[in-house]
């Protein structure tokens, strides 16, 4: 699946290259943000691990080998970020090092099997073992078909880029100037590759380290468990109590406009007008065992009333037409500024950066 | 067949140390490519090899690839490796995948009897001559250039130098690694009576695996250890004693000529 140098043409390597740069970005802003010190031996060591393990001949059933790609493992072990720098890692050393894959196309190539293979693999992995004890069965199995899974998707995704080279890329003859062959006849090539061999030596590979991890080291199998957090695996992730708040808030956040069912004025959140209102009034009477509002509204509150405007008066900003809009609109806002107020608090606090 | 398993894995891992070997055996010899700073030979071969991705003349591709091969026999790279490890390797990957290209391209018949196309010609010798000329740019670079080099080349061509770091420090565990694993196949090896059937040779791999996951976890805890009571804080620092000279950026110039000229006549 190392796509070497010329299969690819330049402007889709270029593409390519951009979006694992993206990616690659990412990964070492949240590494820099969080415990930068300790992962960095980490992610290094696991990428010569992965190297070595892509060497290793593993017997397929059939009587054949294969050979994995060892990214299921560190989606497993580090989360997917950790998976997408140590994979990446590998990738770039068997370019640089050994040859193997081309420099034009390194980026496609760690597209891939680092940023696709890792994404699929912890994905997959996450959703079919859900929260099974660290030493279930269904953990292995998972493991499994996370690695079968991610091998295919990378070599499908490979198939993608290089069935579209000779629809996009012709000399004025005809002829397919980079990979040659359309996407009917690459996907299937790709794949039956794939889905015979490398996907089964990847998924090997993966459920047969998640076994031995059961056994020898569960720590390591904690932090994308979801089960319990480990502070190598709190490194790479935002943790999964935050994930859950933040569900929850955009949940509310949807569900705000609901508050319009709710018919009558709230009890003690009158307006001053509201006293002249003979249907306010009759409200009013009613929730107040039957005793009778004064017929103008205290001077007091008439007073304070006028002190402060709010800039969008019932939660209906004066632009918005729609109340339900409205409603939603304001709950946004007050969210925003929630959270701002909370970052700022952050950032007055942060003191000098912690060494782990 | 066990044995036949454990020994292929063995050969795998050897054949990447002795690449290592000859890469350091012929970076040290006197050449062309070896006189050059590391920055002047990372951009030349990389504007060579988008050269070579994007020209459409086989002309053209043929004269990128004699030019590649001055460049590896001026370095002390020997005819015999460049035809082994490259153009042999290459040919039988590149034209397998190539070969039905010439029936499939569907074009203008070579000749009225004939299942080959023009265009399918084409394309396939188009195929394999960027491959050729393109692996032989990069082998020739990876040949003459010292691993730390190349780093130090990347350093200063403004890839962050966490990324470096970490490229460095891996290369270096690769070694560490592949000889631990080395050892356990052939301590595995030396105890076996008997043959082992599939799933227990795929029980044993994986098991290898493990363990060699679990020490490479534990080397990265020892090393972080080492590096902090040595002081390290998160910061990188890298030293670049390299200082490009006149020669080098004639060279840059030359590489980036010779380039443009590709692109410019093989459109």
């Not at chain 2, 590149?94 to 499939?104: E, K, M, S």
């Not at chain 2, 394309?123 to 040949?143: D, S």
């Not at chain 2, 799933?199 to 290898?208: D, L």
Request: proline share 6%; aromatic share 8%; net charge positive.
């Amino acid at each position: 699946m190392h796509i070497p140098d010329g299969y690819l043409s330049p402007s889709t390597c270029a593409v390519l290259y951009g979006g694992t740069i993206a990616a690659w970005y990412v990964c070492l802003k949240r590494l820099k943000r969080v415990l930068l010190t300790r992962v960095v031996p980490l992610i290094s060591v696991f990428a010569a691990f992965a190297f070595v393990v892509m060497m290793f001949n593993l017997p397929l059933p059939g009587g054949t080998t294969g050979h994995a790609l060892g990214v299921t493992i560190a989606a497993i072990v580090l989360g997917p970020w950790g998976a997408v720098l140590s994979t990446s890692l590998a990738l770039v050393l068997q370019a640089l090092f050994f040859g193997d894959g081309g420099i034009t196309t390194l980026g496609a190539n760690c597209f891939n099997m680092a940023v696709i293979g890792s994404f699929v693999a912890y994905g997959c992995y996450r959703l079919l073992a859900a929260r099974a004890p660290l030493d279930s069965q269904r953990r292995v199995v998972a493991a499994g078909v996370a690695g079968y899974l991610a091998a295919n998707a990378a070599a499908l995704a490979a198939g993608i880029e290089l069935g579209i080279q000779p629809a996009l890329f012709r000399d004025a003859s005809g002829a397919p100037l980079y990979a040659p062959y359309p996407l009917k006849i690459a996907i299937p090539a790709i794949l039956i590759g794939h889905l015979t061999f490398a996907g089964i030596a990847e998924a090997i590979i993966a459920a047969g380290l998640v076994a031995y991890l059961q056994s020898a080291d569960p720590a390591l199998l904690t932090a994308t468990s979801g089960v319990a957090q480990t502070p190598m695996a709190g490194s790479l992730r935002s943790p999964v109590t935050l994930r859950r708040l933040w569900a929850t808030v955009a949940l509310l956040l949807i569900l705000t406009p609901v508050g319009i069912l709710a018919t009558g004025k709230a009890w003690g959140e009158w307006a001053p007008s509201d006293f002249a209102n003979a249907q306010t009034r009759s409200g009013i009477t009613a929730t107040s065992r039957q005793q009778e509002p004064p017929v103008t509204a205290p001077t007091g509150m008439q007073r304070m009333a006028t002190i402060w405007t709010a800039p969008f008066p019932a939660y209906a900003p004066a632009f918005v037409k729609s109340p339900a809009l409205g409603y939603l609109l304001s709950a946004m806002f007050g969210v925003g500024v929630c959270l701002l107020i909370a970052l700022f608090a952050k950032g007055l606090n942060r003191g000098p950066e912690q060494v782990s | 067949m066990s044995s036949g398993l454990v020994s292929s894995t063995l050969e795998n891992l050897s054949r990447a140390l002795s690449h290592a070997l000859t890469s350091e055996q012929i970076a040290r010899k006197p050449g062309l490519m070896q006189s050059l700073d590391p920055r002047a030979k990372v951009l030349g071969i990389f504007v060579l090899v988008i050269a070579v991705a994007v020209v459409h003349k086989v002309a053209v591709l043929l004269g990128l690839f004699a030019g590649a091969l001055v460049l590896a026999l001026g370095s002390a790279i020997p005819l015999r490796t460049l035809i082994l490890r490259v153009w042999l390797v290459v040919l039988a990957f590149t034209g397998v995948i190539a070969l039905p290209a010439l029936f499939l391209t569907p074009g203008d018949p070579l000749s009225p009897s004939s299942f080959v196309t023009r265009q399918g010609l084409h394309t396939a010798i188009l195929l394999i001559l960027r491959v050729e000329a393109a692996v032989t740019l990069t082998t020739t670079l990876v040949l003459t250039t010292p691993w730390a080099q190349i780093l130090k080349a990347l350093r200063l061509l403004a890839v962050p130098k966490e990324a470096v770091m970490m490229l460095g420090m891996a290369h270096r565990y690769i070694f560490l690694l592949t000889e631990t694993a080395t050892r356990m196949f052939e301590s595995r090896e030396s105890r076996r009576v008997g043959k082992l059937r599939g799933r227990e040779k795929r029980h044993m791999v994986a098991q290898t695996a493990g363990v060699l996951m679990t020490k490479s976890i534990d080397l990265s805890q020892e090393v972080f250890l080492a590096m902090q009571s040595r002081g390290y804080r998160g910061d990188v620092f890298t030293v670049a004693d390299t200082r490009m000279r006149p020669h080098d950026y004639i060279v840059i110039l030359v590489f980036v000529a010779f380039a443009v000229l590709a692109i410019w006549w093989g459109r």
